[in-house]
Nanobody, 114 residues
Framework: QVQLVESGGGLVQPGGSLRLSCAAS????????MGWYRQAPGKQRELVAT???????NYADSVKGRFTISRDNAKNTVYLQMNSLKPEDTAVYYC????????WGQGTQVTVSS
């Protein structure tokens, strides 16, 4: 049974930080590209950041310089460190695992508000 479980979301003030975690099970984690996507109400799902099996990273322009994606293959976990958060970062953040097929977590809510 494949599972991706996100954690670390919550309410934070503008300029604050959060670290999201996604723990994977049921896959050969080190072989997968991992990613974070987000969806705000009324908007399409958008790429936030990805990290490949060889540790190559890619970021949306809107988060470049503020967010960092990383992975710990020994823990089967991918992280998203989010700094200098803005209200427009408010969304449900989803973890993904991609190889031949895609797997998705249930999402974790991030709300940036004063």
């Amino acid at each position: 049974q494949v599972q991706l479980v996100e954690s670390g979301g919550g309410l934070v003030q503008p300029g604050g930080s959060l670290r999201l975690s996604c723990a994977a099970s049921g896959i050969i984690f080190s072989a997968y590209s991992m990613g974070w996507y987000r969806q705000a109400p009324g908007k399409q799902r958008e790429l936030v950041a990805t990290i490949t099996s060889t540790d190559s990273t890619n970021y949306a322009d809107s988060v470049k310089g503020r967010f960092t994606i990383s992975r710990d293959n020994a823990k089967n976990t991918v992280y998203l460190q989010m700094n200098s958060l803005k209200p427009e970062d408010t969304a449900v953040y989803y973890c993904s695992a991609k190889l031949v097929r895609d797997y998705w977590g249930q999402g974790t809510q991030v709300t940036v508000s004063s």
